[in-house]
């Protein structure tokens, strides 16, 4: 009797299996479970500590070069890391290169700069859409005025708070690009290697492992991967959002998984012993 009712677990319809998984997933992205997080990357830890350490007041350039396609993975860890300069009373700049960015751009300010009461212009600017890379970092490195006279709503940047006492390369103390292209190893090239100045970037899961020699060699002060890097910095500034949500979801599909073939195997084995 015993068997035969063990034996109808493999005969359940698998569309109540799906309909568990869809559960899974769909409640820790409605709403942040914060599955504990017990493994922070170091490269991840680096960034965070960087930014700590500034000094309230330091102006910090955000290049967030990415579009809808790879928007669950860097949108999170993009506005993990805005949170943490405004906790940090850190000046804000921020430049794209990427003309789908600027509306996700004008989300990540509204929403976060609203939380911590920071205001356009006098806490952060957003600079308008470049589409010259190259033309952009090498301008600014002498005079960002001059590539950037103006901010994306037409005002005059060199009357800006925000921008006081900022010229070039030298007034900034930290970079942080987060990108699903190659501009990340621009800013490396043409503004961290060549001016001295500290880089960091988030990039998404697929292309991180190529950024490897560039956090051997100190080029890179720290990096972000794919959604687990965004999580593991949400879990750092204990703000949990859209990638500890993913994360959620994915270890609970994954022990879901797991779950259904561990208890397979010791029916199985019951069976045959019985």
């Not at 063990?6 to 599955?35: E, N, T």
């Not at 100045?197 to 560039?214: C, K, R």
């Amino acid at each position: 009797m015993l068997k035969e009712n063990l034996q109808k677990f493999f005969k359940i319809d698998r569309r109540w299996i799906f309909l568990l998984l869809a559960v899974c997933i769909f409640v820790p992205i409605m709403k942040p479970l914060g599955l504990p997080n017990k493994t922070i990357a170091p490269e991840t830890k680096r960034v965070y500590d960087y930014i700590e350490k500034l000094p309230p007041g330091s102006f910090v350039l955000f290049s967030l070069d990415y579009d809808p396609s790879t928007r669950p993975e860097l949108h999170p860890m993009a506005t993990a890391i805005v949170k943490h300069a405004f906790r940090k009373n850190l000046r804000v700049g921020v430049v794209t290169y990427i003309p789908g960015a600027t509306g996700m751009i004008e989300e990540i300010f509204e929403t976060v700069g609203k939380e911590y009461n920071k205001t356009d212009g006098k806490d952060y600017v957003i600079f308008p859409y470049m589409p010259n890379i190259v033309a952009a970092m090498t301008q600014m490195a002498s005079d960002i005025y001059g590539m950037y006279p103006m901010d994306r709503n037409g005002r005059d940047t060199r009357t800006m708070p925000v921008l006081d006492g900022i010229k070039n390369y030298k007034n900034v103390s930290f970079v942080v690009c987060i990108t699903g292209t190659a501009i990340l190893d621009y800013w490396v090239a043409y503004v961290g290697d060549k001016y001295s100045v500290p880089v960091a970037g988030g990039v998404t899961a697929i292309s991180q492992p190529g950024y490897g020699p560039y956090l051997q060699t100190g080029q890179l002060k720290g990096l972000l991967g794919g959604m687990k890097g965004a999580a593991e910095y949400e879990s750092l500034i204990q703000s949990p959002g859209k990638g500890t949500s993913g994360i959620d979801a994915l270890n609970l599909g994954h022990l879901l998984v797991l779950a259904l073939i561990l208890t397979s195997n010791i029916i199985i084995l019951i069976v045959k012993f019985l």
